[in-house]
Nanobody, 123 residues
C-alpha cells in the first residue's frame, strides 16, 4: 500500500502561519518530485509549490513566492509546506502529490495524492 498522509491545516487569521506535512508510506520517495496543489470551491486545481527529493530544489507559483517554503526530510520520507503571511485568497483544500518527475506543474503528471486538508484564512 502506497499512500501520502497529510497533516496540518485548519483555521488561521490573515497574516498568520500554518505548516502542512505530507508523510509517504509503502514506498520510498527519495527519487521523486513532490508537489503541493490547492483547490478552492468552484475553481480549478492550482499548482502551489514543488520540491525535488533528490536535490531539495524548490519551485513556486508566483502568488506564494516569498511566503511559502517547501522542505523535505528524506529520513522521514516526508515533505513540508510552511505557509507564512497567509491571505484569505489562500483558502483552499491543499493536496500533496508525488511523481517520478521534476519541475512539473501539471497535476495530471503525478502518481500519488494525499487526502487534502482544508486551509481556511479569515480576514
Amino acid at each position: 500500500q502506497v499512500q501520502l498522509v497529510e497533516s496540518g491545516g485548519g483555521l488561521v487569521q490573515a497574516g498568520g502561519s500554518l505548516r502542512l506535512s505530507c508523510a509517504g508510506s509503502g514506498r520510498t520517495f527519495n527519487n521523486y518530485g513532490m508537489a503541493w496543489f490547492r483547490q478552492a470551491p468552484g475553481k480549478e486545481r492550482e499548482f502551489v509549490a514543488g520540491i525535488s527529493m533528490i536535490s531539495g530544489s524548490t519551485w513556486y507559483t508566483d502568488s506564494v513566492k516569498g511566503r511559502f517554503t517547501a522542505s523535505r526530510d528524506n529520513a522521514k520520507n516526508t515533505v513540508y509546506l510552511q505557509m507564512n503571511s497567509l491571505k484569505p485568497e489562500d483558502t483552499a483544500v491543499y493536496y500533496c502529490a508525488a511523481g517520478r518527475i521534476y519541475g512539473v506543474s501539471n497535476g495530471d503528471s503525478y502518481d500519488y495524492w494525499g487526502q487534502g486538508p482544508q486551509v481556511t484564512v479569515s480576514s
